[in-house]
């Protein structure tokens, strides 16, 4: 991801912050259903408020109570006689209707909806639903969830859950649980006790009636307290809202670290039974993750492994990695690993390398540096061989495997003074079986990790994330002026090809004739060696059927080819209608290529370019990009296809125009997204590159057009 | 891996199980270098041993001391007046090869040499290791070591090593640790600690002067007791002899998972100055493992996770997978990893659905089923719910989350009642943070998981061992009588394509010819269109200087495209030595394809295939094998080739004749394992594939020979 990183030209959704302040920042809460009995859920949320030390007004509300867990409790929220920040609403669900209307008619400007038995469980209760975003809204309060386990803040010692604040002690801060599905969320936080992890604000969306997991994401971009977004998402309503919010992550230097569960057949089948959303396109998921540099982590382990790192706040933006190990066979171990993520791993200068072999005869010097079983004779052979990597290696970030040592508790002190001497630099540690030594290396801002592999990994991520922010800003392209379609449905190939033109795709020349005397004179116009091939609506695979003629080379052959091919397809096909003949040049030496254009249900328009040929039809090798994509950006996806050499000259062949190539997939790309509205679709194939200086052209294209206007 | 395995045709080496036995089940052991202080190295294996409780005769051997730690100590290993099966050597390297020979000269039977400064130090070293082989070998005398950390055996209370018996409380035992690098092995003792795990026996192997990893393997397997081996290995001196042990594993039913180190750029070279061992090829050791149904695990916590899993004892044979859940977030999850997995994850038949949705109305019944929270008010359901998956479902496997609920302690009762009614399945459960909870379901029978998606490549590395200890037992190929070797070097094409012939790979029917009426006339006998091409050793790319025609299709035009050629080629390259011109019937309609022979240096012969074309030129798309294959086997190969459609009529074509590659590919891999003594390489380019029934033919080989014997 090299290109500068054009936004979508639509215009962006607008989050509402304020109405999401009253909800994560409430100065006073109602407590709907409120009881004194903490084993019960309208019980727990009370004692977690004030357990919890929660700093604002706990307004407990149960018209059976006077009194509750030693607060005053109301009858109504309306008799508390001033407008709650926030309702909690814990009530059956056959309540909630009442308890939302009551909160919203007493002012409450945000509720949290924990009942279930609404969209997700039958017409009933999407009803229901419905009604009480409609209050709601009506109301101008906001709606998280219901279905939902709503929210923990555990800086503010505010529960606006049944779950509790379950944190243990760490040396780091600002990890951020975000997850539609409440029961995924509760894992994560369970995972982070048993791994010295704790988190500052812990949400789940649920059935995403009003709030959605990227008005979340956005609040939480806004606010800038948290230094790592990690989470688990089934599927996206709204995609451009989703987008928005990346978007904002990624300005402000938010890590986004995302479990997208779904993405196999069955898993898919699987999340929509489970909830309503809609899946969108797996292959544009995960491009719009790529594109905004959220880590797509394939589980809960490795989204947990890089919130972790994250939480240590050292994005490294360079791809270098300086590894040190008492074992070779770990350096060994880890140099593998940084091969498998794409870090490098280079050799110390030669000065470095023999003042190292001063300190340790028989160390391995290069990189990974071997500090072999000497520092169990000499400990301070450590700090040295550590630092010799910050300093003269100049690597950002560094791993050193120390194992399950038994030195380890005096160790620590060598890996201290390597952090007071590099405070800028990412030093992570990889010990097995040491607890508190690895809770005194956190509390010194080392990372501590058990498992080689999973300290690479880790660091690998938290580089990607550096090369992300020290990219420039999401800039919005400018599109071209829409235009009207064409027509609707499946355009002929001729209105197709007129599409294209607009586009700023070149076309190849033709001509459409209906005798052998004008295909001759359109022959000797266009120029030889000339193509001809016949169009019909009813003949889909036309040289099957002799409907095409390739290198016809004279004037006379042109005619006798339009003679020879009218006269095989009406005998193969006689009934067709047969709009005529096309005679184009032939395009000699050049590189097939297709190009095409979707609209995602979810996230909108996008492009796609892969190679023709063998490349399409058996390894099914395309790269897909949100539209619109800069030229530059087109460059970056034919780069990231496995035939990329055959555009710089593989084979044997010029280099092709790749210059050309870029500035039609940009070109089509933008006309894609400001035609969004009518263009369900272009196929281009094939999209023939010339050599380089003779541009590119497209020889047959299809066109599906849905809708009336230029813009949706 | 569908395809019975020929094991090589080379005679298997003979591991002497008898005197493993003396070193690992020794009755009496002699521990030179013995220290009354537990605290240096000599006395810590003493207290060990004492400790251990192990039950044979313990010789302490120092003649500075009478008594060590409260046993009689003797001043030489000849004092002893009997001869120790194992002596234990701890004394510092310059003491080594006396202490080794006092006990060859007493009668042990072998030796462990803990000390380290030798041939991984430098020339002395290795010097003095060669000495201490000599000696061992002289007298009969095993040697393990040196530069090794030496083996425990936590059964019988051995300690042969420096290191302590560091087991935990565990419900599985049969898991043995068996590294090449000290310093792993002992990484996955202390990370088996953390996760419940115990080791049987553990083992280094070192330097591998004499034992080495097929030794110790090959020991394991004849003894039967271990039930899974894991282990780190970063090179293979001896290939024949690992392939043999492997061999021996397998037919035992015994799971192997290996870490291979070193297999990066920079890895490969750091493993390379960390040991002396060969390399091998990388793509060769993959194949190799695959071959023998090795787990090549990518990191210790995958290894750690799959010995984890062999340890309950069962290997499901079919690759489907039932699901569970109570969250339908996981139930998605885990669908996923299963779909990564290669798992298929079928639906329950609709009759269990149906009783299903009578236990809980609103759970997710196909597979995965997702049983709600509903056991969080009824724990009864979630026994019927999983037993569907055996019963009904007919599974061999599952897998349920639980995740970390605090009913874990009452359902753990659910999940034992499955296990007793089902205990020929496997059920692996995943929770978070109940240890005692895991232990009590590990102790049923239960494997217990934190992380879904670990869970489920655990599952799927026991189905692959299920299915590999299904298979029909090696068998030795019988392999063609060898030949003399035609030549030395590179032999020029005529030679080569006559060895093909030898082979029994069909080869173009060609004559050379050295003037244009013989080329008119060679072509009237070979039948048209022929192609001709020009003859020279040095002219590499005959068509970039025209010395090639193809097509040609009369007497009259053979005999002008010779002298066209003649013309071309002496204006282009008038130096060049000419050997005439070839003529060759022009093969029409075929796929392209490459096919060729490597004898690795480590282990023998191989047999690449793959498609010609881009797939060659543009994606390296290759499979290899060890030679020789069946072909059977051989079918095998090019269904693992990505472009494999193109051999079943893709784009269009006649289905290609797959029974004639077949026999190709395994006709030449066997005439390359007959004739490893002189073969280097075959390299057929391309290979045509013809239509069903119409065979292969090879258009182009160039054979590179090394050796003048038939046989290695």
Redesign the interface.
């Known amino acids: 991801m090299t290109a500068p990183r054009p936004a979508p030209a639509a215009e962006s959704p607008v989050f509402d912050i304020p109405s999401l302040r009253a909800l994560f920042r409430p100065r006073s809460i109602a407590i709907v259903g409120a009881s004194n009995d903490p084993s019960r859920i309208g019980g727990r949320i009370v004692a977690g408020n004030i357990e919890g030390g929660f700093g604002g007004d706990i307004f407990p509300v149960n018209p059976q109570r006077d009194i509750v867990q030693g607060l005053r409790c109301y009858p109504s929220v309306a008799a508390i006689g001033q407008a709650p920040d926030l309702a909690i609403v814990a009530v059956p669900a056959a309540g909630v209707v009442a308890a939302v209307r009551q909160s919203a008619e007493a002012g409450a400007r945000a509720a949290v909806v924990l009942s279930s038995g609404f969209a997700e469980?039958g017409p009933e209760g999407a009803a229901m639903q419905r009604e009480m975003v409609a209050i709601a809204r009506g109301a101008g309060m906001r709606l998280m969830g219901p279905n939902c386990m709503g929210f923990l803040d555990a800086r503010a010692g505010l529960v606006a859950s049944f779950t509790r604040i379950n944190n243990v002690e760490s040396a780091f801060s600002g990890v951020t649980i975000l997850s539609?599905?409440g029961?995924?969320g509760?894992?994560f936080?369970?995972?982070m006790?048993?791994r010295r992890m704790r988190y500052d604000f812990w949400g789940s969306t649920g059935n995403q009636a009003d709030i959605d997991f990227a008005d979340c994401l956005a609040w939480l971009a806004e606010t800038g307290e948290a230094k790592v977004v990690v989470g688990?998402l089934?599927g996206v309503g709204d995609g451009q809202k989703f987008i928005a919010a990346l978007e904002r992550a990624c300005e402000r230097r938010l890590p986004v670290v995302l479990?997208k569960?779904?993405?196999?057949?069955?898993?898919?089948?699987?999340?929509s039974?489970?909830?309503a959303a809609l899946a969108g396109s797996s292959q544009v998921f995960d491009e719009v993750l790529r594109r905004h540099g959220v880590h797509n982590a394939?589980?809960?382990?490795e989204a947990l492994d890089i919130a972790y790192g994250c939480s240590a706040g050292k994005f490294p933006a360079r791809a270098s990695l300086g590894l040190a190990s008492?074992?070779?066979?770990?350096?060994?171990?880890m140099?593998?690993?940084?091969?498998?993520e794409g870090l490098d791993?280079p050799a110390l200068p030669e000065a470095a390398q023999r003042r190292l072999k001063e300190i340790v005869p028989?160390a391995?010097t290069?990189n990974?540096v071997?500090m072999t079983g000497q520092y169990l004779n000499d400990e301070s052979i450590v700090r040295p061989m550590v630092e010799a990597l910050f300093a003269e290696g100049g690597h950002a970030a560094a791993i050193c495997y120390v194992?399950?040592s038994g030195t380890m508790p005096s160790l620590a002190a060598q890996f201290e003074a390597v952090v007071q001497a590099f405070p800028d630099r990412l030093l992570a540690l990889v010990i097995?079986?040491f607890p508190e030594v690895a809770a005194r290396l956190e509390r010194a801002g080392c990372l501590v990790f058990?498992?080689?592999?999973?300290a690479v990994r880790a660091v690998a991520a938290l580089v990607a994330f550096g090369r992300t922010f020290a990219m420039p800003a999401f800039t919005r392209a400018s599109l071209p002026a829409p235009v009207s379609p064409a027509g609707r449905g499946t355009l002929a190939e001729v209105a197709s090809k007129a599409v294209l033109a607009q586009a700023g795709v070149p076309v190849v020349a033709d001509a459409l004739v209906t005798s052998s005397r004008d295909a001759a004179a359109a022959a000797a116009r266009l120029g030889f060696p000339v193509v001809l091939k016949v169009v019909s609506p009813d003949i889909p695979h036309k040289s099957?059927i002799g409907g095409v003629a390739l290198g016809v080379e004279s004037v006379e052959a042109a005619a006798a080819a339009y003679d020879s091919i009218m006269a095989r397809v009406s005998a193969a096909a006689p009934a067709a209608r047969i709009d005529g003949v096309f005679v184009s040049p032939q395009v000699g030496d050049a590189v097939e290529m297709i190009l095409g254009t979707v609209r995602d249900e979810v996230f909108g328009p996008t492009v796609l370019l892969g190679f023709g040929?063998?490349?399409a039809?058996?390894?099914s090798d395309t790269v897909l990009r949100l539209a619109p994509v800069s030229p530059d950006e087109a460059r970056d996806m034919f780069a990231a296809l496995?035939?990329a050499?055959?555009l710089n000259g593989?084979?044997?062949r010029a280099p092709a125009d790749v210059d050309a190539l870029a500035q039609a997939v940009s070109a089509l790309s933008g006309f894609a997204a400001a035609n969004a509205g009518w263009l369900a679709s272009v196929d281009v194939n094939p999209l023939l590159v010339r050599p380089r200086g003779q541009g590119v052209v497209a020889v047959d294209a299809l066109v599906v057009a849905d809708g009336e206007e230029g813009r949706p």
Chains 1, 2 share one sequence.
């Open positions: 469980a539609q599905s029961a995924v509760a894992h936080s369970h995972v006790r048993t688990c089934e479990c569960i779904g993405r196999s057949e069955i898993g898919g089948e699987a999340a039974t489970h909830t394939v589980g809960v382990e008492t074992s070779g066979g770990f350096g060994v171990m140099a593998d690993a940084a091969a498998e791993v028989f391995g290069r990974p071997d194992g399950g097995v079986g058990e498992d080689p592999r999973r099957d040929g063998v490349f039809e058996i390894l496995k035939g050499s055959l593989a084979r044997g």
